[in-house]
């Protein structure tokens, strides 16, 4: 893969410092339609936009995610926010996944009273926005002094320090085709102070239990060949396996509704870590899972 990074993120400067809203979900739309725009541009620009949207309303932000990847045909752009809908199959093969991201982030979109838009064509990238109402925080004095141990010095940025797990004998086995998931999931258990081995799908995820002890799996739910959800179900069911069929497991999903989580469980996952997550989310639910003697070591 090659990209242009000299501009992937544009702040419009008429932007307001801090505004009220779901910052979980704002964050999940905008994970779920950069991981899509980055799986299917194998090279060029993938870039963000962010503009006050006054032609929606005085209160709303409009967000957009342009890419130069392999684009959509216009006859198939009405199956684009259908769950489980891929458009090409031959794409799952290449790329990974089935666009289930593309469905959640419209249900969410609409959840906080939005709307989202597609403009493609085929061969020549793809362009995605939404906006949304975010009224604007009027008590600027209360909402500095909440925010100010959150800012950055740019005041752009938001960083919270976690405190390390500090496990030094633990070992996790991270399923992921996303290379940028891979990446940054990675760096985060490094910080936790955990060893992790990566893999890009739950073929690779079996054979790398049959090779060695993990103390937790970390399952993507799409991914290609074998998915999360087949990939538990034959860690549970396989009696003659050489691994530990007990380990514990927690499915990593960009879908947060309900009947997500219960279909998870249901396939012998123990949790489910809905992306995008924070470092104390991450820490949170590993701690939890972890083996006593390895959590309260």
């Known amino acids: 893969m090659c990209f242009n990074f000299d501009r992937p993120l544009e702040l419009d400067d008429n932007l307001p410092d801090i505004v009220r809203g779901d910052s979980g979900k704002l964050r999940q739309i905008l994970v779920n339609l950069l991981d899509n725009a980055i799986k299917f541009t194998a090279e060029g620009e993938v870039y963000l936009q962010v503009t006050p949207d006054s032609e929606a309303g005085n209160s709303n932000i409009r967000f957009e995610v342009r890419d130069t990847g392999i684009g959509i045909a216009v006859d198939k752009q009405d199956l684009l926010f259908q769950s489980f809908t891929q458009i090409d199959s031959s794409n799952t093969r290449r790329y990974g996944g089935s666009g289930l991201g593309l469905a959640i982030s419209k249900k969410l979109v ?130 003659n396996a050489n691994f530990n069929r007990t380990i514990p497991a927690i499915a990593v999903t960009a879908d947060a509704f309900s009947e997500t989580r219960e279909a998870c469980i249901q396939a012998g996952m123990n949790d489910c870590l809905v992306k995008p997550f924070r470092m104390h989310d991450l820490s949170s639910i590993v701690k939890k899972w972890l083996p006593e003697d390895i959590a309260n070591n």
């Open 110 to 239: 609409l959840l906080m009273r939005g709307q989202l838009f597609v403009q493609s064509e085929l061969g020549k990238g793809a362009r995605f926005w939404f906006h949304i109402p975010l009224p604007v925080e009027a008590d600027k004095e209360k909402a500095d002094h909440f925010y100010r141990q959150a800012r950055s010095l740019s005041g752009r940025m938001v960083a919270i320090p976690m405190p390390e797990l500090s496990q030094k004998s633990c070992y996790a086995l991270l399923a992921e085709d996303n290379p940028v998931n891979q990446y940054v999931v990675k760096a985060m258990l490094d910080k936790l102070g955990i060893s992790v081995d990566v893999v890009s799908n739950g073929h690779e995820a079996i054979l790398a239990l049959a090779r060695r002890r993990y103390d937790i799996l970390l399952l993507d739910l799409q991914m290609p060949l074998l998915d999360g959800f087949e990939t538990i179900r034959l860690v549970r069911s396989n009696t």
